[in-house]
């Protein structure tokens, strides 16, 4: 708890430093930030759009956005809900002006292979077995095939761990619609799974 | 709706770990005593725990690496800007310091000093404001133009 704890001050005093850095000019913290956060920010943007070539035109986006509006951040506000709300404000933007419908309906049809299951295999993380795996992989399906909005608070809460008042920060709701949005998400979530691979333990 | 059925609802946000301190106590000493919402439970917590361990789709390097550089790009652009906006602000304060030390030195030149106090309309007040006027008018287009032409190669670029 205490080493936890440790560890999360040193990565917050980082995380000052590396901001302070960028809005004295220093391009390096620039390399430090987006290191920090590639990987996260990448992911929730593939969870948004589902698409990976789109989602990595959008992470660059989101970057080149953070290095024009950086000096207007308000260190006091939380970087990463600001970060995030950046990235988006782009995804969505972008989920407009390409594919209106997405952001009302889950897209039709039996799951396929996935985005988020589509990884080089190197960089899979080893599971325990096969039955894991194809468990982890009917999830990742599963996530697909819900709107957006709710593969949004989903990933925002489970994947990136962010508490319920960042998530109300980064979609701009209130804590209440937060907490009825995920409880409807994880709800459809099962629904999903049931539908499509019925007689699972999904319950 | 019973306790039974308001605890029910309460399941799915146990596991995300939404629920007040007092709610979340509720749900457990409920799921303590109730089977089916001890079961239910545990199916959730299945959910959230595949959730939280999906494997993370990382960039390409290559994607990282132009995201990088675009970034670095845009920010020495708008360093370039901001040192643009702070000489075009202390051009323009030198210009009108420029403009109201000549008048005195003008009126030295054609008349004297004291000529600048005499509060009539004339000649050489009516010269020096067209002049002033020309001065500034020809500043602002010079300005508009460099804004536009930069608006157009950023574009461009």
């Known amino acids: 708890m205490i080493g936890s704890a440790a560890i999360h001050w040193e990565g917050r005093v980082g995380l000052d430093s590396e901001l302070a850095q960028l809005r004295r000019g220093d391009l390096d913290a620039l390399s430090a930030l987006l290191a920090r956060y590639q990987n996260r920010l990448y992911r929730y943007l593939l969870r948004l759009v589902r698409d990976p070539s789109e989602a990595e035109d959008l992470f660059q986006q989101t970057w080149v956005r953070v290095a024009e509006k950086i000096r207007q951040f308000d260190t006091k506000r939380n970087f990463e809900a600001w970060l995030f709300t950046v990235a988006r404000n782009i995804a969505f933007d972008h989920l407009r002006r390409i594919r209106p419908e997405s952001l009302d309906e889950p897209i039709a049809g039996a799951p396929g292979e996935s985005a988020a299951t589509r990884l080089p295999s190197s960089e899979r993380p080893v599971l325990d077995g096969i039955v894991e795996r194809e468990r982890t992989s009917r999830l990742a399906q599963a996530l697909e095939l819900l709107p957006v909005t709710h593969r949004e608070v989903l990933t925002l809460r489970f994947e990136e761990e962010m508490k319920l008042e960042e998530i109300a920060e980064v979609i701009d709701i209130p804590l209440s619609t937060v907490k009825t949005r995920l409880r409807r998400a994880l709800d459809r979530m099962r629904q999903t799974l049931e539908a499509h691979y019925p007689g699972e333990v999904w319950q | ?157």
């Open chain 2, 1 to 157: 709706m019973n306790d039974h059925e308001k605890i029910r609802e309460l399941l799915a946000l146990s596991v995300a770990d939404a629920l007040t301190p007092a709610e979340e106590e509720q749900v457990m000493n409920h799921a303590r005593s109730c089977a089916e919402c001890s079961s239910e439970l545990d199916s959730w917590r299945l959910l959230a725990a595949g959730l939280r361990r999906l494997p993370t789709p990382q960039p390409r390097p290559l994607i990282v690496e132009r995201a990088r550089a675009r970034a670095e790009l845009r920010f020495a652009e708008e360093a370039e800007h901001r040192w643009h906006r702070i000489v075009m602000v202390g051009v323009i304060l030198f210009a009108w310091a420029l403009t109201l030390a000549s008048w005195p030195v003008v009126r030295l030149v054609s008349g004297g000093l004291l000529g600048m106090l005499d509060p009539r309309l004339n000649h050489a007040w009516l010269g020096f404001a067209v002049f002033t006027t020309i001065i500034w008018m020809t500043g602002g287009a010079a300005a508009v133009f460099l804004s536009l032409q930069q608006r157009r190669e950023r574009r461009l670029a």
